[in-house]
């Protein structure tokens, strides 16, 4: 049965601006759903509020129809990545992956061409690549129904990004996943839905159209 | 058993940080308890309360400055900021009284 995840009446604001106006999310599993956004527009904020560890005026958040005040705290519910590293840096790769995945499931987790040589390496010396990879394979691979992913492919080359989005694909067969990124190119390739925070509000999106209409991106980028 | 884990995972990524900050801690403690008029307690129990409030406090706002992102790591197995630093200090907290206690049944504070 696919589970659904809603966040609904978000209101937030930073010392008395608004940045989120009423916003209602919904997302069920089987969906990406790409969440675009000028900067500042408020969409890491919204991926805080929706995963609970950012406090919000109003918010109603429900997974399965049971309301959450910090979904976070129900193992298995929700994980997110948020747009910087958060591995510890004391730890080495293997050791990282068996604390979130379980011994059983190192073997079949390493077998992959860029983290099979790096079993032993401290996250401290992966390059920032590898270590967004790392950080994504292992939440997308978390028995969890929603993964949050905020800038997923910043900062990654396009070998790796292209593996990241077989993943993403992968995994939203059991998953409902929200992801928001700059490289909106990337954002349009491997979502299955759209929305544009706009103005505090959110705007759903059907075509490359809407977002020059939105002002997202510029008429000449329409290819 | 994988929040016990993470819980342990926590109270390690302090442990260099607070045993080297009390020490410095304990030192500037020390010579500022000798200037009093009574005698100070032997610097070994200056060190190991240091390790129990003052180091752990110390690293818990130098994470809060410069490694915030990594308390993600916790959350996202369901364990919270809040829950961390309670167990954390109260792991010290433990520790260091049942090692003051054994100093002073051995007579060596």
Same mark, same amino acid.
Request: glycine share 8%.
């Given at each position: 049965?696919?589970?659904?995840?809603?966040i *609904?009446?978000v209101?937030k604001?930073?010392?008395?601006?608004?940045?989120l106006?009423?916003i209602?999310v /919904?997302?069920?599993?089987?969906?990406?759903?790409?969440l675009?956004?000028?900067?500042?527009?408020g969409k890491s904020t919204l991926l805080k509020i929706l995963?609970?560890?950012?406090?919000?005026?109003?918010?109603?958040?429900?997974? *399965?129809?049971?309301?959450?005040?910090? @979904?976070? /705290?129900?193992?298995?519910?929700?994980?997110?990545? @948020?747009?910087?590293?958060?591995?510890?840096? #004391?730890?080495?790769?293997?050791?990282?992956?068996?604390?979130?995945?379980?011994?059983?499931? %190192?073997?079949?987790?390493?077998?992959? @061409?860029?983290?099979? %040589?790096?079993?032993?390496?401290?996250?401290?010396?992966?390059?920032?690549?590898?270590?967004?990879?790392?950080?994504?394979?292992?939440?997308? #691979?978390? *028995?969890?129904?929603?993964?949050?992913?905020?800038?997923?492919?910043?900062?990654?080359? @396009?070998?790796?990004?292209?593996?990241?989005?077989?993943?993403?694909? /992968?995994?939203?067969?059991?998953?409902?996943?929200?992801?928001t990124? #700059? *490289?909106?190119?990337?954002?349009?390739?491997?979502?299955?839905?759209?929305?544009?925070i706009?103005?505090?509000? %959110?705007? /759903?999106?059907?075509?490359?159209?809407?977002?020059?209409?939105?002002?997202?991106?510029?008429?000449?980028?329409?290819? | 058993?994988?929040?016990?884990?993470?819980?342990? =995972?926590?109270?390690?990524?302090?442990?260099?940080?607070?045993?080297?900050?009390?020490?410095?801690?304990?030192?500037? +403690?020390?010579?500022?308890?000798?200037?009093?008029?009574?005698?100070?307690?032997? !610097?070994?129990?200056?060190? !190991?309360?240091?390790?129990?409030?003052?180091?752990? !406090?110390?690293?818990?706002?130098?994470?809060?400055?410069?490694?915030? =992102? =990594?308390?993600?790591?916790?959350?996202?197995?369901?364990?919270?900021? !809040?829950?961390? +630093?309670?167990?954390?200090?109260?792991?010290?907290?433990?520790?260091?009284?049942?090692?003051?206690?054994?100093?002073?049944?051995?007579?060596?504070?």
């Open positions: 049965m696919p589970n659904l995840l809603e *609904d009446s209101v604001s930073y010392y008395g601006r608004s940045v106006t009423d209602y /919904k997302c069920e599993t089987g969906d990406i759903l790409g675009l956004g000028r900067n500042g527009s995963f609970g560890t950012l406090s919000a005026e109003r918010k109603f958040i429900r997974i *399965d129809g049971k309301i959450y005040d910090q @979904p976070y /705290k129900s193992l298995n519910e929700i994980c997110y990545l @948020p747009q910087h590293s958060f591995l510890p840096k #004391h730890l080495n790769v293997e050791r990282t992956v068996e604390i979130y995945l379980g011994k059983g499931q %190192i073997a079949g987790f390493m077998d992959d @061409p860029v983290l099979s %040589i790096l079993r032993t390496t401290k996250i401290s010396q992966l390059s920032g690549g590898e270590l967004r990879y790392l950080e994504i394979k292992m939440l997308l #691979h978390i *028995d969890c129904k929603f993964v949050l992913l905020d800038e997923p492919f910043n900062g990654v080359s @396009p070998i790796l990004v292209g593996k990241i989005k077989k993943i993403i694909l /992968k995994m939203s067969e059991f998953k409902g996943i929200i992801l990124d #700059h *490289d909106y190119r990337n954002v349009l390739n491997v979502a299955n839905r759209f929305c544009l706009y103005d505090g509000g %959110i705007k /759903k999106i059907n075509n490359m159209e809407e977002l020059v209409r939105w002002g997202y991106i510029p008429e000449s980028r329409i290819e | 058993m994988v929040r016990l884990t993470l819980y342990w =995972e926590f109270f390690k990524s302090t442990l260099v940080f607070n045993l080297a900050s009390s020490v410095l801690l304990a030192i500037i +403690i020390y010579m500022a308890l000798k200037i009093m008029p009574d005698p100070p307690p032997p !610097i070994q129990v200056v060190y !190991i309360k240091c390790c129990m409030f003052g180091g752990p !406090i110390l690293c818990f706002l130098y994470n809060e400055m410069s490694r915030k =992102e =990594e308390y993600y790591f916790y959350f996202n197995r369901g364990v919270s900021k !809040i829950s961390l +630093i309670v167990v954390t200090l109260s792991t010290y907290v433990i520790t260091g009284y049942l090692l003051i206690n054994i100093l002073r049944y051995a007579k060596l504070a």
